[in-house]
């Protein structure tokens, strides 16, 4: 392995279970990187939009923080190996989420990580090009026509493991219909639906298209049990 020589802009480490997706109900280690221009309007998580040096805390600021912030520490991939054992995290699943994470050189945190025994996935809007290990799970969630203007990248989706996809109305499921014709993603690849804001009529519609087509159901589990 190379020296580490990659610093990560961290906004939050935290142990908790994976709500979403393939790995619902798996312990995970939650791992937000700060910085994202794509720009959702519903994203829940707009703290993370921006790396200002204003905001740069110690580490001890980002692990298990008690509410959002925009803070962040800037870790190596060993002092986030080090933070992990230092906490006595059980979980050897690690979600690399944000923000958006795809924009940083991810290799040299999944070399270290895995050589520890840790397993990845990343969690992006397959806009920017992926940097990370054969053996890290990509979770894309294509985000389409949104204010910061990026399109989602054909490479992301023939690299993704799993494809979510928030809808809300039939119109998001054209719109990933519409994507999936244009960008033809990994045959491998499984494609979850995941309603907006647990609201009825789109779990409803989501279920539905589900069943039609032999896709999976991504219900936001942690919504539900009012977890992180």
């Not at 969690?123 to 294509?142: H, I, K, N, R, Y």
């Not at 039939?170 to 690849?189: G, R, T, V």
């Not at 995941?194 to 991504?218: D, F, G, M, V, Y």
Request: aromatic content about 8%; proline content about 8%.
């Amino acid at each position: 392995m190379n020296p580490i020589t990659t610093s990560y802009p961290v906004n939050e480490i935290f142990e908790t279970i994976q709500g979403e997706g393939f790995y619902t109900g798996t312990p995970a280690i939650f791992l937000r990187l700060q910085g994202c221009p794509v720009g959702c309007p519903w994203c829940d998580t707009q703290h993370t939009w921006e790396q200002r040096a204003e905001d740069q805390v110690p580490v001890a600021q980002v692990v298990g923080k008690p509410s959002a912030s925009p803070m962040w520490a800037a870790l190596d991939a060993e002092a986030i190996l080090a933070t992990f054992q230092a906490q006595g995290f059980n979980a050897k699943h690690v979600v690399i989420t944000g923000g958006e994470p795809a924009m940083f050189d991810l290799r040299e945190l999944g070399e270290t990580l895995e050589a520890a025994g840790y397993q990845l996935q990343i969690e992006t809007s397959g806009t920017f090009a992926l940097q990370v290990t054969a053996q890290t799970w990509v979770t894309v969630s294509p985000k389409l026509d949104m204010p910061g203007g990026y399109l989602v990248r054909p490479d992301c989706l023939q690299r993704a493991d799993e494809i979510k996809h928030p809808v809300a109305m039939e119109k998001h499921i054209e719109a990933l219909d519409k994507l999936l014709k244009s960008c033809p993603p990994n045959p491998a690849a499984i494609i979850c639906l995941q309603p907006i804001s647990q609201r009825p009529r789109a779990t409803e519609l989501a279920i539905k298209t589900c069943i039609e087509r032999n896709w999976r159901l991504s219900v936001q589990l942690h919504k539900y049990l009012h977890i992180e």
